[in-house]
């Protein structure tokens, strides 16, 4: 149990004294330190009170050392988005971080791709992952890079590197925000989201390329979701053969128009 270790880190991390949170406790300071040193035992009350003091979860105190977790996951608690206080399903991220306990962003290439859809939760899995970094996105943040197949998402090319920023709240998605999507039945794509979790309960998945159709899935098949932030090819994406025939034929029609006007001026 890591309530003594977490209050004593929350309490530190927020800048706070044990006369601080013990007055907004109404309890003595020495009764803080107690359950700091874990000597003394909390009862319900106290787990519920040091909870609201903190707005993170019971659970949460008890059950995450919080000390290792990175920056990213901290913030991301500080702003409320405990999964235990959302009654959701969604996880604890298993990340990795550098000396410094900043976020990695790891590589999932196309031969590891399988190996994630069972093994994301694991943090020993994840660890094994390579790793690098791009200095210009947030660390405040997670992030993690995928390698895509197939060219359902053309002008991004095949083989290319996706990196997503990892997504604690799905309804919050906004539709047409490109995401790469984890389920352990269609493995990782990356898609169109049309976000219907309210209406339905599903996520409705769109291709950039037309051929490729439309599909649902159930929201409680989902495992991950990463909102795209940017991707990496060795290839020069197709160009745009639709928009420029469509441009093509404006130009030929200003032609057939400005000869046109010629005409009826003589």
Same mark, same amino acid.
């Given at each position: 149990?890591?309530? %003594? %270790? ?19 406790? &109404? ?9 700091? &040193? ?12 040091? %909870? /609201? ?9 008890? !059950?995450?050392?919080?000390? !290792? ?31 410094? &306990? ?7 290439? @196309? ?30 943040? #997670? ?14 090319? /095949?083989? %290319? ?36 979790? @309210? ?9 950039? &390329? !037309? ?11 989902? #495992? @991950? ?42």
């Amino acid at each position: 149990m890591y309530f %003594s %270790s977490n209050i004593k880190f929350l309490r530190k991390r927020k800048g706070r004294t044990q006369d601080d949170v013990a007055f907004a406790l &109404n309890m003595k300071r020495s009764t803080l330190s107690g359950y700091e &040193n874990n000597v003394a035992k909390p009862g319900v009350g106290v787990l519920i009170a040091f %909870s /609201d003091y903190f707005k993170i979860a019971i659970d949460t105190l008890v !059950k995450i050392d919080l000390a !290792k977790l990175p920056e990213s996951q901290l913030i991301q608690l500080e702003r409320g988005y405990d999964v235990f206080i959302k009654g959701s399903n969604i996880r604890i991220l298993a990340t990795t971080v550098d000396s410094e &306990n900043e976020d990695n962003i790891e590589l999932v290439n @196309e031969k590891a791709k399988a190996g994630y859809t069972s093994g994301f939760a694991d943090p020993e899995y994840i660890k094994i992952l390579p790793t690098f970094k791009l200095p210009f996105l947030s660390k405040e943040r #997670k992030y993690r890079t995928f390698q895509i197949s197939g060219d359902s998402m053309l002008p991004i090319p /095949d083989k %290319s590197w996706v990196t997503g920023e990892y997504i604690e709240n799905w309804r919050y998605l906004k539709d047409g925000q490109p995401c790469i999507v984890i389920t352990l039945d269609e493995g990782i794509v990356f898609k169109i989201v049309e976000n219907k979790i @309210e209406k339905d309960g599903t996520l409705k998945l769109h291709s950039l &390329n !037309k051929l490729y159709e439309p599909y649902e899935i159930d929201v409680k098949e989902v #495992k @991950e979701i990463w909102k795209f932030v940017n991707f990496i090819s060795s290839e020069m994406p197709e160009p745009n053969t639709e928009k420029e025939d469509i441009a093509k034929e404006v130009r030929e029609l200003r032609k057939d128009i400005k000869s046109i006007q010629m005409k009826l001026k003589i």
